[in-house]
């Protein structure tokens, strides 16, 4: 069990240190202006939902109950509850995603209102929540593994996940240096 404490805490503390060289790699590259105001709206509806479907309620309601069906049942009733949720979760976040593709001009506008002035900095925050959108339904899907992951008190892999995205971050961000736009 301390082990298990050491292990979780450990990569907690990972991912705070990766997340906070993300924050400063991003602040490096986009500094601040229309870019970075683009690029920090464009992310702003994703991270939302992401605290709904991949962090907030659904992690809550979805790990006991299969943690419940997986003691009760054995696992298979179990894996076929987490197929059945999969199905569900792919399909209601990636019709969310798809709606979000297609209404994008839409949903930007309600988001920052002052970018409909700037025309350049209006299409950047567009075309770059098009970008990042659907990182929502991967992010719902890693917590749902994530769950299961953590019923079957396999807690290191969900808990490195996030030091997984902060290093991705970073090398896209660096991967942008390489290749400057006008």
Excluded: K, W
Excluded at 115 to 123: K, L
Excluded at 141 to 158: D, E, K, P, Q, S
């Amino acid at each position: 069990m301390i082990g298990r404490i050491f292990t979780v805490g450990g990569f907690t503390l990972l991912s705070r240190v990766t997340g906070f060289f993300r924050d400063v790699v991003l602040a490096a590259v986009l500094g601040a202006g229309p870019v970075a105001d683009a690029f920090f709206v464009a992310l702003r509806l994703p991270n939302h939902f992401r605290a709904i479907f991949a962090e907030g309620a659904f992690n809550a309601a979805f790990v006991p109950a299969y943690a419940r069906i997986r003691e009760q049942g054995g696992p298979g009733p179990a894996q076929l509850f987490a197929d059945r949720v999969f199905t569900i979760l792919f399909g209601c976040v990636g019709l969310l995603v798809l709606l979000a593709l297609i209404f994008t001009p839409a949903v930007i506008s309600l988001l920052a209102p002052g970018f409909s002035e700037d025309p350049g900095r209006f299409a950047l925050a567009v075309e770059l929540t098009r970008i990042t959108f659907p990182y929502l339904l991967l992010m719902s899907l890693v917590t749902l593994y994530g769950g299961i992951l953590n019923a079957l008190a396999r807690f290191a892999a969900a808990a490195a996940a996030p030091i997984l995205l902060n290093v991705a971050m970073m090398a896209a961000l660096a991967v942008a240096v390489l290749f400057p736009t006008p």
